[in-house]
């Protein structure tokens, strides 16, 4: 809170909306108004800067469908009508590049991807690229608080926005955050342990 409060610029990004309200409540009642529009969710941030529509649930598993009724894979047939398999690849769609997983799945990615896109939609890992990238200036500083790990396309997002502002990331001290904690020291992330908690 301390480095957020520091940089005039700098924006909170929290998780959730409860979270960014609570903060901003948190920081009146101390005596430090701030607007309202530097704290804000994660999805915001990305709904302000990217340039496709989210694809929502529905959509989603629309487009698995057809993508499995056209292109129809061998090793899917079974369960290819199952609601549970259509939701394990949505699942699996946002948080895996088709680059790596095989070549069957990949194809369904690859049409589920080319459909979004011809309605002006895609999926979160793309829109978490496209904010990244997006041409309006960033502010100064960007910090990240109350998330328990990020994921690798969200490391990926992290890389993108430190080349063009200053990060700060909190990971709190549990075993889901260790492999999200080694990528960002690989990227040059420096690390400081707080031995106090704020909450």
Not at 24 to 32: D, F, I, M, S, V
Not at 64 to 79: C, D, N, T
Not at 123 to 137: C, F, G, Q, V
């Amino acid at each position: 809170m301390e480095r957020f409060l520091a940089v005039p610029d700098s924006i909170l990004l929290v998780p959730s909306a409860t979270m960014a309200e609570h903060l901003r409540h948190e920081l009146a009642r101390a005596g430090t108004p701030i607007r309202p529009t530097r704290i804000t969710t994660l999805a915001q941030f990305i709904e302000a800067r990217s340039s496709s529509a989210a694809a929502n649930a529905p959509l989603l598993h629309l487009l698995i469908r057809e993508a499995l009724s056209e292109l129809q894979p061998v090793r899917f047939r079974a369960v290819a009508d199952f609601a549970g398999f259509h939701q394990a690849i949505a699942a699996l769609i946002d948080e895996a590049p088709a680059s790596a997983v095989p070549e069957d799945l990949a194809a369904i990615f690859r049409s589920v991807e080319r459909a979004l896109e011809t309605r002006g939609a895609a999926l979160r890992s793309l829109r978490l690229i496209e904010a990244a990238d997006h041409s309006s200036p960033l502010p100064q500083h960007v910090v990240f608080d109350g998330f328990f790990s990020f994921s690798p396309v969200e490391i990926v997002f992290l890389e993108r926005l430190a080349r063009r502002a200053s990060l700060t990331v909190t990971l709190p001290a549990w075993p889901g955050a260790q492999a999200a904690r080694r990528r960002l020291l690989d990227l040059n992330f420096g690390e400081m342990i707080c031995s106090q908690r704020r909450r």
